[in-house]
């Protein structure tokens, strides 16, 4: 189709600006809810892919049928409740979208421990919304495209909301002008240029009477200028109300900026921006992303999370019961370092010392909450020796999930199961007394050797030098007297062959 313009974004553009959200606050797993339509569909391989790259998990699809009724998204939703991911991406029409959340309220979804992320789709016409449906929405964050406020957007609001209100006087009056009609606006003028700069000429195909009033593209005109028309729209770059128009990069808006939003009460507020260059920042003007660790908070404004919680969601959460895991214990000879104890009325075990300390804050630093139960290996219910290596095949055989003691890593072990690194060091240490009465005088260089061995040294130093002399000697026919020349030479070849 050449003569096809995108006058929008292309759905697509939005994932990146998802992933560095969904990666900003630490999150492993995401599920994303989408309708059953080539809308809904499209987008799902791009998230996907921006998604892995940064190691997130999609490990459900949660697709809503076109013609969903209220029972039909209840279904979904409960089957969501059931699973422990508890970060959604929803990218569903306006319509779908208002249903979905306010189903979602009435299960409880909309309470702290969960993460809803809406799309551009929704997030654009954020303000046309009803109000009832931003308060089931609360806590909610979007990424909308980011119109840059100009007095000539001021002037076109205040003039469209009076004539919308002339024109459809019993209309909801929260059809509030947004960025799709920022963009028809732009495109018409932008159409109304090119066609100022080609000029009007008469059609090359004149077409039946009969037909001229009919919808068929067929019945159409043939302007003998579309491409020079087509030419002058592309290559015109213009600073509009929606922003900057350019369609030079394949024929469709480029990707500009995204703000971040968080939907609180009736409306929403403002916590960061996304853009190609800088990525998050809480600033338009700021050219980087500050992220100190893993574990701190993304540099953007506070989030009012579901259920009007300002702490960040883990994002993961074990369901009403699920499953748990199972962590075998085992007492150790030395209670300093694991001791169990099985309560005999509630069957309930406890452990404590160095190896559940460590295996507990272990679990506290996992980026998702993680549910467990101590299970004491009692040899008297078994046909084991009660060894540290049944204790360890039990692993293998699947009756733990984990197992914690103060285990020593060995060949045959590692033939079942896999070790954490080692947290102590075994091995055989000597201490010996040291003497601090040293006399530290001049002379402490000579303590290395003793007197007799210096005495043995010097002795052999000597011999030495009187050899070389002596073969210096023979080897010349002048035998000039013994000087102060040829003794240092003597002393400087001792020391050259030592």
Known sequence: MPYFLRATLNDSAQVKSIASLVQAYGWREVVAVYEDTDYGRDILPYLIY?????DVRVPYRSVIPLAATSETILQELNGLIARQTRVFIVHMSSTMTT????????LGMMNKGFVWI????????????????LQAMNGVLGVRYYVPRSQELDDLSIRWNRMYQQDNPDASPFNKLNIV???????TWVLAQAA????????????????????????MDISIKGHKLLTSIVQNKFRGLSGDFDLTDGRQLKVSVFQIINVVGRGWREIGFWNVKSGLSRELKQDYFKKT??????????????????????????????????????????????????????????ASGLSVDIFEEAVKRLPFPVSYDYIEFDTGDTATSG???????????????????????????????DFTVPYTESGVGM???????????????????????????????????FVVWLLEYLKDNEHDPFSLEQLAITIFSIFEES
């Open 50 to 54: 921006v998604l892995q790259e940064i």
């Open 99 to 106: 249903l979905l959340f306010m189903k979602a309220k009435e």
């Open 118 to 133: 809406i799309t551009n789709g929704v997030a654009n016409i954020i303000d046309s919304l009803n109000p009832s449906v």
């Open 181 to 187: 009609g920022l963009w028809g606006y732009d495109t």
């Open 196 to 219: 100022e700069n080609v000029g009007i000429s008469s059609a090359r195909n004149k077409q039946p009477w009969y037909i001229k009033n009919s919808t068929c593209l067929e019945s």
């Open 293 to 350: 660790g893993p574990a701190s908070m993304p540099d953007l404004n506070p989030v009012i999370w579901p259920g009007e919680s300002t702490e960040k969601p883990m994002g993961w959460e074990i369901p009403t019961g699920g499953k748990k895991l199972r962590v075998g214990v085992y007492s150790s000879e030395n209670p300093e370092f694991i001791k169990t104890y099985k309560d005999p009325v509630t069957k309930a075990t406890t």
């Open 387 to 417: 060894s540290y290596n049944d204790f360890v095949y039990q692993v293998y055989l699947q009756e733990y999930d984990i197992a914690v003691a103060d285990t020593t890593i060995r060949y045959n072990r590692t033939l079942y199961v």
């Open 431 to 465: 201490i010996v007394p040291v003497k601090e009465n040293l006399n530290m005088d001049m002379w402490l260089f000579l303590r290395p050797l003793s007197t007799a061995m210096w005495f043995g040294s010097i002795i052999f130093f000597m011999y030495t030098g």
